[in-house]
């Protein structure tokens, strides 16, 4: 269909729109959806959109754990240097992460893969912030993931209800 102004298709207004203005166009979706006017959506980018979605939320969740691993590791391999801010830190990642679980309970086979990847990443990190050499920490992450998420669980310490309170 062409429009009477511009000569231009409608599937192009649509690409352009959500070149030009995304927040515009995912309005447009929206009402095309709940209008229920499957002809008129932009499928390609909304696929496309959709699948990114699934991706970001896997990403969220190696960065939550990428963080609070290096902040174990730092709690672990630098006790002299431990913070009220460290511990907060792990404290607000694991709440963080209980919640991407709790919202994606389909990340359960993935648990160990995003593990690996983002212990790779922790030590990157905690290795950068405690200019300690990277060699110091294990090759592979020494916490299982239970220990890593538990609100109990601090390497090096013996679980107290008063930590650094």
Not at 14 to 27: I, M, P, S, V
């Amino acid at each position: 269909m062409q429009t009477p102004q511009t000569g231009t298709s409608s599937a192009n207004l649509k690409a352009n729109l959500y070149e030009t203005d995304f927040y515009a166009w995912t309005q447009q979706q929206v009402n095309l959806l709940h209008e229920q006017e499957w002809n008129q959506l932009d499928l390609p980018n909304l696929i496309e959109e959709i699948e990114s979605l699934g991706r970001k939320e896997r990403q969220e969740l190696r960065n939550r754990l990428s963080i609070l691993i290096a902040h174990l590791l730092k709690w672990e391999f630098q006790s002299s240097k431990r913070s009220r801010s460290w511990l907060n830190t792990i404290r607000v990642q694991r709440i963080d992460t209980w919640e991407l679980l709790a919202e994606n309970p389909s990340f359960q086979p993935y648990l160990q893969e995003m593990l690996q990847k983002a212990y790779f990443k922790a030590t990157a990190l905690a290795a950068g912030e405690t200019n300690l050499p990277l060699k110091t920490f294990p090759p592979d992450c020494p916490y299982t993931l239970e220990e890593i998420i538990s609100d109990r669980f601090y390497p090096g310490e013996v679980v107290s209800d008063n930590l650094m309170e």
